[in-house]
């Protein structure tokens, strides 16, 4: 069935960056909004960025001017490009799928299993 697997986290410190990758399988989702959530210990999972099919991107406050979302649809890839990050950025990351402008929790319909971010100071 439909498959979102992320890749891409790791441990770095304060400043550094990373790229975060979800591969697509099963279906093609270049009609949906695709995502990226996270969640840190003992807090809840927020959304932090997210693509539409026309191009269109949204981004938390906290990560605006940091992080980049993108996607390369012939190959059902999303990315998250994270730069200057922060020790407050440390969570699991999940690529999520939803339907057109629906990229928010209690509409996601396709979850990954998540990839570690630690950032250290």
């Known amino acids: 069935q439909v498959q979102l697997v992320e890749s891409g986290g790791g441990s770095v410190q304060a400043g550094g960056s990373l790229r975060l990758s979800c591969a697509a399988s099963g279906y093609t989702y270049s009609s949906y909004c695709m995502g990226w959530f996270r969640q840190a210990p003992g807090k809840e999972r927020e959304g932090v960025a997210s693509?539409?099919?026309?191009?269109?991107?949204s981004y938390a406050d906290s990560v605006k001017g940091r992080f980049t979302i993108a996607k390369d649809n012939a190959r059902n890839t999303l990315y998250l490009q994270m730069n200057s990050l922060k020790p407050e950025d440390t969570a699991m990351y999940y690529c999520a799928a939803g339907p057109p402008y629906r990229c928010q929790l209690g509409y996601i319909e396709v979850w990954g299993q998540g990839t570690l971010v630690t950032v250290s100071s």
């Open positions: 693509i539409e099919s026309d191009g269109g991107t």
